[in-house]
């Protein structure tokens, strides 16, 4: 009886173990809603201990970050990099991206879009870098502007513009350093003649035909 009772005591322990790690695990991959927005005022803002989170709608331009403030997803100002799946509200947008590189087909389009994440990505996670943001949203979404900044002195976006894995398209800011939009955006368009004239990224892909102009 006594043995029965052990062997029932020690089954229930073991229960209760197996609940409490299978709910620490749920806890810890489940989806987490972003944190609450603060009002925007103008005013850059640093997130402290900013780590990127793995996410499916990550892509080379915005992700999602965690910090001491909860999460938010982010949005990079001034570039915008190619889409990285094709679907119906994206097609017009895919079209437009490839042929800002000269005429990109949609699959050559949509690589870049990938090479453009995992840029992104690898240096999110092997450099050290800043995000400073003025909590301005983009659009009616749960995304909000930021600015990344590496130890190098230099913005993710100018990383990617110098790759040739985006395009400069985009809202732009008053940097905050209180570098002007207007000098920003001019560097920006220096290191993409530098990038389309050594044919890096999208710049070196092979082209269907050149862009027409817009009339």
């Known amino acids: 009886m006594k043995r029965t009772r052990s062997n029932l005591s020690r089954n229930l322990w073991a229960l209760v173990w197996t609940l409490v790690v299978v709910l620490q695990l749920w806890d810890h991959f489940r989806d987490k809603p972003a944190a ?36 938010q997803v982010l949005r990079l100002y001034f570039v915008d990099c190619p889409e990285k799946r094709q679907y119906k509200l994206v097609e017009g947008r895919l079209k437009d ?83 002007r939009e207007f000098d920003f955006e001019a560097r920006l368009r220096s290191l993409e003649k530098e990038a389309r004239a050594a044919q890096r990224g999208a710049w070196g892909k092979p082209k269907r035909a050149a862009a027409k102009p817009k009339t």
Request: net charge negative; aromatic share 8%.
């Open 36 to 71: 609450p927005t603060p009002e925007p005022d103008g005013h850059f803002v640093t997130l402290t201990n900013a780590r990127l989170v793995d996410d499916a709608n990550n892509d080379g331009d915005s992700f999602r970050m965690a910090h001491d403030g909860g999460e």
């Open 97 to 179: 991206q490839g042929g800002y590189f000269g005429g990109l087909s949609i699959p050559q389009t949509l690589n870049v879009g990938q090479e453009a994440k995992t840029f992104t990505e690898t240096r999110l996670r092997e450099q050290r870098f800043t995000v400073q943001t003025r909590w301005e949203r983009v659009y009616d979404s749960e995304r909000v502007y930021a600015v990344v900044l590496f130890e190098d002195g230099e913005d993710l976006a100018a990383k990617l513009v110098k790759a040739g894995l985006c395009r400069i398209h985009t809202k732009g800011t008053l940097m905050p350093d209180g570098q």
